[in-house]
């Protein structure tokens, strides 16, 4: 089955720097790779996913790259702000019928002011 | 509607007690999840419905029981829990198949303790 490894697991930014969390996976039949992010008590919520078929996506300040040779992809804030701040998840999903996602272990952002 | 609801927000019950989860979503989804939650742990899946008709179940323990009486209801009834059950219990949901239909939509959570 599919595996996924996110690294750091935890970062510290200062406030307006940029953060980069990173992804690999091993299943190279994965073909949907979103990310989510989690606030202390709250949903996950997607922020941003991207399809096997593109390479980069961006939507304001944040932006996800996938290199489907090397299988990995990763989550790019810049800018940062406090409300940043949460444990974000990557996660990869094989094609086939079984809507199974595979989350990575979590990164917990911390964005100081 | 692009929420999925779940009841209750908080839950506290005895090792002995009988309750129930429960969870709804109103965007025609035809594929609905429950997934446990440890802080600060990714969501771990336990069961997906796919039609209404159980279609994973990732060896959870019988004491945990799903039920799906129709396309947009999911329920999680809970007997004989242990301490370490206590996390939060998220209900997601999608569609089924097919390119670009892949979004997963979780609710807010029933955060469970078990004393």
């Known amino acids: 089955g599919e595996n996924v490894e996110q690294h750091p697991s935890t970062l510290s930014v200062q406030e307006g720097d940029s953060a980069v969390i990173k992804c690999t996976y091993s299943d190279s039949a994965s073909n949907y790779f979103p990310w989510y992010k989690q606030e202390l008590g709250k949903r996950p919520q997607l922020i941003i996913d991207i399809r096997s078929n593109v390479g980069e996506k961006k939507d304001q300040r944040i932006a996800v790259t996938l290199n489907k040779t090397a299988k990995h992809f990763s989550l790019h804030i810049t800018e940062t702000q406090p409300e940043d701040s949460a444990v974000y998840f990557c996660?990869?999903?094989?094609?086939?019928?079984?809507?199974?996602?595979?989350f990575g272990s979590g990164t917990q952002l911390t964005v100081l002011p | 509607d692009t929420e999925v609801t779940q009841t209750p927000k908080h839950l506290v019950m005895g090792m002995t007690n009988k309750k129930s989860l429960k969870c709804e979503q109103h965007m025609g989804h035809r594929a609905m999840y429950w997934y446990k939650q440890k802080a600060k742990k990714p969501p771990e899946l336990m069961f997906v419905y796919s039609y209404e008709k159980l279609s994973i179940n990732e060896s959870v323990p019988s004491r945990f029981s799903p039920e799906c009486p129709n396309s947009s209801l999911l329920n999680l009834h809970l007997h004989a829990l242990q301490p370490e059950d206590s996390a939060l219990y998220l209900c997601a949901s999608s569609q089924v198949g097919g390119f670009g239909n892949e979004k997963l939509f979780f609710g807010s959570g029933t955060q469970l303790s078990v004393l």
């Open positions: 996660a990869a999903l094989p094609s086939g019928s079984a809507r199974q996602l595979t």
